[in-house]
């Protein structure tokens, strides 16, 4: 079973995960990218951010270096950004075409999740298995019991 990880992060919360995933699946891993990333990582990524998902914002990414349609099982991770979905994830959902395919979605928020996994959810269950979900609590701050909730989670849809 071909395996693959994608994940958006801009603080590196959820890339931790995304690699932890990725070593005990022994799968490939595709980051997202913008074209328009902000340097600062300051308080004004709020404002920068927040205003994206509420205005919408769809923002381009950086041509995919790895092809999901060629995976059986995709990991699909993403920052929680305004209770929704960072809005590079947004782009990718939206504009990738996802089908036939077990699909387990995590993210990773200071808060709760809001109803990022379960958008994340309605756009592939039309045409994907949802295989699982999962939450993380901002992982940096304790990055070895993160890694290992998301090892654990791993295995267990690995099995499923
Ligand atoms: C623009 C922006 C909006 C955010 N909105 C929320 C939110 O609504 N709820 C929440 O719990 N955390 C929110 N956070 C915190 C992030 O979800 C959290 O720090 C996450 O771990 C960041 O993942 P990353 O390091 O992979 O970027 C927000 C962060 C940013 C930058």
């Not at 600062?40 to 919408?56: D, E, I, L, P, T």
Request: with cysteine; aromatic share 10%.
């Amino acid at each position: 079973m071909k395996t693959l990880v994608v994940y958006y992060s801009f603080d590196g919360n959820t890339r931790l995960i995304a690699q932890a995933i990725a070593e005990t699946a022994g799968a490939d891993v595709l980051e997202l990218r913008t074209q328009d990333q902000p340097q600062s990582k300051g308080f004004s990524k709020y404002f920068w951010g927040g205003r994206q998902v509420f205005m919408k914002v769809r923002p381009a990414l950086l041509p995919l270096d790895k092809d999901p349609a060629v995976y059986d099982l995709l990991f699909i991770g993403t920052p929680v950004w305004a209770f929704a979905p960072a809005p590079a994830m947004s782009s990718f959902l939206e504009k990738t075409a996802i089908r036939g395919k077990r699909v387990a979605v995590f993210c990773c928020s200071g808060g709760g999740p809001g109803r990022t996994l379960g958008r994340m959810a309605e756009i592939l269950a039309a045409d994907n298995v949802i295989a699982g979900r999962m939450h993380f609590v901002e992982p940096r701050r304790s990055p070895q019991v993160s890694a290992d909730k998301a090892r654990q989670w791993a295995k267990e849809v690995l099995v499923l």
